[in-house]
Every structure is written in structure tokens, then in C-alpha cells.
């Protein structure tokens, strides 16, 4: 009697080898989770070019703007606000928000 004239013995094999790669992709994904797990640095904010912030100051109500740096993660800029006072602002590269305001003597 051969292997494969048996059904029994057949069914068994598949069996066998059904339980075989049950076992190997099963191993395979507890493998994956902790590649999974590395840290991807988001991507940094888009940031605005100096005609942008330009822009954003004169519609904001600053005058005279005479000087934007970019420097450190944002603009440094010298204008004069609504007050006629001279300032020294600085203000987030990725949004446009002045988030220092200096009055600049």
C-alpha cells in the first residue's frame, strides 16, 4: 500500500502541512507588530516664504515693514504696528501668527 492510495494518510498530510503553515504565518505576525513600532518623524510643517509673511503683516494692520529674517524656526521681523510704535516681531514660519511682539526703540 502506497502514501497516496490511502485517503486517511492524505488527509493527514494536508493536515500536517495545513497546521505547518498555520504555525509559520502566525510567526510572521508576531514578527510584524514590532517592526511596526519604529518611529517615522512626521514631515515638518510647509513654511512660508517672505512674500507670505509680508502679506500677513500688512493685512494684520503692520507698517513699514523693513526687515524679515528667517532665523531659528521663524521670521524675525521689524515693522511698525497700528500704534505707529516701532516693533521687533516673531512670527511662526509654518502659520504666519505673530507670536512675539517687542516695541523696538
Not at 12 to 18: D, E, N, R, S, V
Not at 79 to 89: F, I, Y
Given at each position: 500500500m502506497t502514501f497516496h492510495s490511502n485517503p486517511i494518510h492524505a488527509v493527514?498530510?494536508?493536515?500536517?502541512?495545513?497546521s505547518a503553515l498555520a504555525f509559520w504565518a502566525a510567526q510572521a505576525q508576531t514578527a510584524a507588530p514590532a517592526q511596526a513600532t519604529q518611529t517615522v518623524a512626521a514631515p515638518a510643517a510647509p513654511q512660508l516664504t517672505i512674500r507670505d509673511i509680508y502679506d500677513?503683516?500688512?493685512?494684520?494692520?503692520?507698517?513699514?515693514?523693513?526687515?524679515?529674517e528667517f532665523d531659528d524656526g521663524r521670521y524675525e521681523v521689524k515693522?511698525?504696528?497700528?500704534?505707529?510704535?516701532?516693533?521687533?516681531?516673531?512670527v511662526n514660519a509654518?502659520?504666519?501668527?505673530?507670536?512675539q511682539e517687542r516695541v523696538h526703540r
Open positions: 493527514l498530510a494536508m493536515l500536517i502541512a495545513g500677513r503683516l500688512e493685512a494684520a494692520g503692520y507698517r513699514d515693514i523693513r526687515e524679515i515693522a511698525q504696528n497700528a500704534k505707529g510704535e516701532r516693533v521687533k516681531l516673531k509654518a502659520t504666519g501668527a505673530v507670536e
